[in-house]
């Protein structure tokens, strides 16, 4: 096998292969010991939450356990079994703090099934699940995932709420024990009081208000610990773009930035970037839930790819994510999969409109030309001009409007948006808007902004598209036509447009002829275009008749494409689950409408990703 790595041919198969190769063996014993810890800690909490369990056939299971008779023993098995849930996903991520926690539990687990239930075989089990662990030690070497202090409050919220269901559980489960007929009510204080440690208004017989006082003061601790944890652990903030690293990224794309429509999108300053040894290509990544995402084509020299392509994997390895690329070509797929042995499944297509076909005469283009047509009858026009050459009053003025005329709170876009308008260093990028005068908008005639960023010295490739919601449907429809009329005065000779996601499956399934599995396949995307742009999207960037270029996402296993594709859509901005900003400036009010729910008539896409 002979593979090439910054030029340098090698007759061996590459370390990064045999890495992978050793994947599966690798991953086995973390697995296992996650798993177990998953089914003990299980097993655990409803060994000291339900009295039933305990006499059940599940006994001689529950008795090997961290203590199932007493009341402490009961609030010593649901602590246990919490914190042993909690320690098992970091586990089977290789985490070494996971590793170190568990090393410390387990003992005191045993220490405690032998003292409060003189459990030998209990006791020998939990020893024998810590000579596992030091025995694979080296397994378990994972570093700490980027993290704020953000998480101690994400903590307490979760862990709140899990303990005071949890809690409601254990007030519940002695029908037979409790004096009177308590209501919601009571049994929601009892549990609030208890999780303090402090006795609440429900009464026991036979002594079982020392098991729930016991179990509830447990929670409340786990939750306190946990929370303080991670409120004063040490920081690790997530890569972000430094001056150095974008200079290099912006010299290898004026060599080879022609190559991939999506290149410019590397110089996001939130995204993290590795280098390959030579320094002649890099990959550009942001790490979201434990999947270290990348986005297009590697940036650079394409022999220098495989180079770029092992510092991520190994990256990836170094601290257990999961590595996965978004919207890479079929080249840049081939490369990947071939280097790394990961797999490739088709995203969509990317819409690109080669000037030199483009024109409004015909048919096929009769929609639009009618629509450009009435809009500048209404008296609109248009501008196209490079952002360098518009003044610095001007780019503030078309950055204050475009932020004012987002849909949605959140910046949206990651794999194909930069995230920023007019910034001195991208002088080259494109910037189309229409006009209008009006006397009450409070930017005065600029009606809508489409953005372009550059693609090579000779493409451009589309960024935002934003509109005042008071003008006339069509605006994109119009800048676009005016944008594609004006690239051969600014030398353009492409124009890459939105991405299409699962275009082909939308395109084949209208068609007549199609099957029932790919008609159904069809409605299922038709009835998920009601809040992801999938079909509007398609449709809209079909008016332009473009030829499609199909793009790929690369992953690991099938198994890991749901948290990729969560992953995707928390970095895209569609998900949301970061804390409140409590002194995020907001703006001014009005209802905001999500992309999705936009009419695909008035071309209103916020942005170009999927």
């Known amino acids: 096998m002979s593979v090439t790595v910054d030029g340098d041919k090698s007759g061996s198969v590459p370390g990064r292969v045999r890495r992978v190769l050793r994947g599966p063996r690798a991953e086995t014993v973390p697995s296992l010991v996650g798993t177990a810890c998953t089914v003990i800690g299980l097993i655990d909490v409803a060994a000291g939450v339900f009295p039933r369990f305990r006499a059940s056939r599940m006994h001689a299971v529950a008795e090997v356990l961290p203590g199932t008779l007493g009341p402490l023993s009961a609030a010593l098995s649901v602590s246990a079994g919490v914190l042993l ?29 032998f003292t409060y239930r003189h459990s030998v075989i209990g006791a020998l089990l939990s020893l024998a699940l810590l000579a596992l662990l030091l025995r694979h030690r080296s397994q378990f070497a994972a570093l700490p995932d980027p993290r704020s202090r953000w998480k101690a409050l994400a903590n307490f919220v979760v862990m709140g709420a899990g303990s005071i269901g949890l809690g409601l559980v254990i007030v519940s489960a002695h029908p037979r024990k409790v004096v009177g007929s308590p209501s919601v009510s009571d049994r929601l204080e009892h549990v609030l009081y208890g999780l303090f440690g402090v006795e609440g208004p429900i009464g026991y017989r036979g002594g079982v208000d020392w098991t729930v006082g016991y179990s509830l003061g447990a ?86 790819w495989p180079g770029a392509i092992e510092r991520f994997m190994d990256e990836a390895k170094a601290h257990s994510w999961t590595p996965a690329v978004m919207g890479c070509s079929e080249t840049g797929g081939e490369v990947w999969t071939r280097e790394t042995g990961l797999d490739a499944l088709e995203l969509g297509d990317e819409a690109v409109v080669d000037v030199a076909d483009f024109s409004l005469t015909g048919r096929a283009m009769r929609n639009v030309r ?8 209404n008296g609109y026009t248009t501008r196209v001009r490079r952002a360098r050459d518009l003044s610095d009053g001007e780019l503030e003025h078309i950055r204050r409007a475009a932020a004012d005329w987002r849909g949605t709170d959140t910046e949206r876009g990651f794999s194909m948006a930069l995230g920023r308008i007019g910034d001195p260093a991208d002088g080259d990028a494109v910037i189309a808007t229409a006009h209008k005068e009006d006397p009450d908008s409070p930017y005065g005639d600029l009606k809508a902004i489409i953005h372009f960023v550059p693609w090579g010295t000779d493409g451009m490739s589309l960024e935002l598209m934003r509109r005042d919601r008071s003008a006339d449907p069509g ?26 996601m699962f275009r082909s499956a939308l395109a ?36 332009f008749q473009p030829r499609w270029e199909p793009r790929f996402v690369v992953y690991r296993n099938a198994r890991d494409l749901p948290r990729i594709g969560f992953a995707a859509m928390q970095a895209e901005g569609f998900v949301n689950i970061e804390p409140p900003r409590p002194f995020r400036r907001r703006r001014a009010a009005r209802p905001a409408r999500p992309c999705a729910h936009i009419r695909p008539s008035h071309g209103e896409h916020e942005v170009r990703a999927a």
């Open 370 to 377: 009618q629509m450009v047509k009435r809009i500048e009858r």
């Open 508 to 543: 084949r399934g209208e068609k007549l002829g199609a099957g029932p599995v790919l008609r159904i396949w069809r409605g299922l995307l038709v009835f998920l275009s009601r809040w992801f742009q999938i079909e509007s999207l398609y449709k809209f960037n079909a008016k």
């Open 85 to 113: 849930l909690l320690l098992a996903h970091g586990l089977k991520r290789h985490k070494r703090r996971a590793w170190r926690a568990a090393v410390v539990l387990l003992p005191v687990g045993a220490a405690a099934q």
């Open 219 to 304: 929670l409340g601790l786990v939750t306190a610990i946990t929370t303080v944890y991670l409120a004063f652990r040490p920081e690790h903030p997530v890569a972000r773009l430094t001056e150095d690293d974008e200079t290099r990224l912006r010299e290898l794309l004026a060599r080879h930035g022609g190559r991939d429509s999506l290149g410019h999108f590397a110089l996001r300053r939130d995204k993290g970037v590795v280098f390959s040894p030579s320094g002649k290509a890099a990959v550009c990544y942001r790490v979201v839930s434990g999947v270290m995402l990348a986005s297009g084509d590697p940036i650079g020299d394409v022999e220098a």
């Open 475 to 500: 605006m994109n429809e119009l800048l676009i036509v005016a944008a594609l009329q004006a690239s051969p005065r600014l030398g353009i000779e492409r124009v890459s447009l939105n991405f299409a």
